[in-house]
């Protein structure tokens, strides 16, 4: 990562925020027909919509687990998410993200309640601007309390950084492009265990205390959100009756 | 064939003998239409059209390339469809399969052939440079009737899209040049009742399928006929006059909705 811009000037950065405040989080949970659970997040520029389908009998049959169900999470990006269009298809990349999402996913639901079926989470990104996995992971947790699978936690992820050498929460875009360090957390809201863990770029580790702790923070405020978009949609069913 | 759509037919067809469908529409009614346009700040035209629970997402990139040889000093497009297995519990990840295949193809001809989109506005350099408009269509909830859905949402994105020139040094950002496009509708037919805007599970149990993009004068642009099952000669002329009152009433609504 190469660093040319002043990302961050008396405090406020490029697009006005203070190093320790997020972008605006929209959560809406139950937003597709089809799918069993599903979700819709905005977080600054990003567009991202999962959707959970599951539990069912997974196949092909030799990759069941006789013990417990397999947690089967797709990251894809539309060709049009990005400024140069992407080709269709997944990449060495969202192949990655899936397979830390997927991870992260496991360790809280309850998969021993369902062997030899697969849970899967479809994560679309719709339009993209730094940290789709961690707005993808957000989007999944809530999909997949949407669709009632037993889970003890809803996970929430969410980024921290290293711009113009000062540690700030949630990389913008530029950001993420111009600055030194990204370190996107994935943890368990109510235990507070870690999740998912990513980190490119250079931090010292004090800077990585701070940033982790900042990260934390975030994801905190986040898992207020994703609830808050779960009572809504429940709510307004319960008072329709 | 499993036991729920055997019961899901019995249920279709009485009604239908009865001239009645499952959300209680006629069987002349479209479901209602909802379009958004420019969502996606990423792309340079966009919008989302929901036909009931149908959803559709359509994004148009523009980058500057080479021109095919047999014209040099035209614009290219490509249309492809992705059915995303968000959609459906029956569509997979992987490479576009038939289904998808045709989907793009139907909506491509029916933009292509009707010469929407105004190729030979798109040249920079003869021989050289031109523009590539690149139509992508993601299916993200199912609930039948596809090929009006994504043609649609192809549309709306178009109509709103700006060509990004500034971005490339080549003038201004200027409105894609588009001509007043034709709508597709599209019937199905099944135990002799033909119906428009099949829902998933009238789909499911169609013999036969028709699409027929009609313009402004009402003549016909574009026509596809799927499935294994066959119409009559009335049948198909019945399909057109629907597909001609409907249309003009669904262009109306994506007028309204980009705003002209």
């Not at chain 2, 399969?97 to 003869?126: Q, W």
């Not at chain 2, 690149?134 to 009006?148: E, K, T, V």
């Amino acid at each position: 990562m190469e660093e040319e811009k002043k990302l961050i000037d008396n405090g406020k950065r490029l697009d006005g925020r203070t190093a320790d405040q997020l972008r605006e989080v929209k959560i809406e949970a139950g937003v597709l027909h089809r799918a069993d659970g599903s979700c819709y997040v905005e977080w600054g520029g990003n567009k991202v919509i999962a959707a959970v389908y599951g539990p069912r009998e997974a196949v092909p049959r030799h990759i069941q687990d006789p013990l417990k169900a397999i947690i089967n999470a797709k990251y894809n990006m539309a060709a049009f998410s990005v400024d140069d269009r992407k080709r269709p298809g997944p990449d060495r990349r969202s192949r990655e993200i899936s397979k830390v999402i997927s991870e992260a996913l496991d360790r809280v639901v309850l998969t021993e309640h369902f062997p030899r079926a697969s849970i899967d989470v479809n994560i679309e990104v719709l339009d993209a601007e730094a940290g789709t996995r961690c707005a993808g992971l957000t989007a999944a947790a809530v999909a997949l309390a949407d669709a009632g699978i037993p889970m003890n936690d809803i996970p929430v992820a969410c980024a921290a950084g290293k711009i113009s050498d000062t540690v700030v929460l949630d990389l913008g875009k530029e950001e993420d492009n111009f600055g030194q360090a990204d370190l996107p957390v994935a943890i368990a809201p109510r235990t507070g265990e870690i999740l998912l863990l990513q980190m490119d770029g250079h931090l010292t580790y004090n800077e990585f205390e701070k940033a982790l702790d900042m990260a934390i923070k975030g994801c905190n405020d986040i898992s207020e959100i994703q609830k808050k978009a779960l009572l809504h949609k429940y709510q307004s069913i319960a008072e329709e009756g | 064939m499993t036991i729920t759509p055997i019961i899901k037919r019995d249920y279709l067809t009485k009604l239908a003998k009865q001239g009645k469908r499952a959300d209680g529409r006629s069987f002349e009614d479209y479901r209602s239409i909802e379009i958004e346009t420019n969502i996606i700040s990423k792309a340079e035209g966009s919008a989302r059209v929901k036909i009931g629970n149908t959803q559709v997402v359509a994004g148009i990139k523009m980058d500057v390339g080479e021109p095919y040889p047999d014209s040099p000093e035209s614009g290219v497009m490509t249309t492809s469809a992705e059915l995303i297995p968000l959609a459906s519990p029956d569509f997979e990840s992987g490479p576009p399969r038939e289904d998808a295949i045709e989907l793009s193809r139907v909506v491509d001809r029916g933009i292509r052939e009707s010469e929407v989109i105004e190729l030979n506005n798109l040249c920079i350099e003869p021989g050289e440079k031109v523009w590539i408009c690149f139509i992508d269509i993601h299916i993200i909830d199912y609930d039948g009737n596809l090929f009006d859905a994504a043609s649609l949402a192809s549309l709306a994105a178009l109509l709103t899209t700006k060509v990004p020139a500034s971005r490339f040094d080549i003038g201004e950002d200027y409105p894609l040049p588009m001509k007043d496009p034709p709508i597709s509708c599209t019937s199905v037919k099944f135990d002799d009742v033909v119906l428009i805007d099949p829902s998933l599970d009238e789909e499911e149990i169609a013999e036969a399928r028709l699409t027929v993009a009609v313009d402004q004068k009402g003549d016909i642009r574009a026509m596809q006929k799927g499935l294994n099952g066959s119409f009559t000669v009335d049948e198909i002329k019945k399909v057109i006059k629907q597909t001609v009152d409907n249309g003009q009433k669904i262009k109306e609504h994506l007028y309204k909705s980009i705003g002209k």
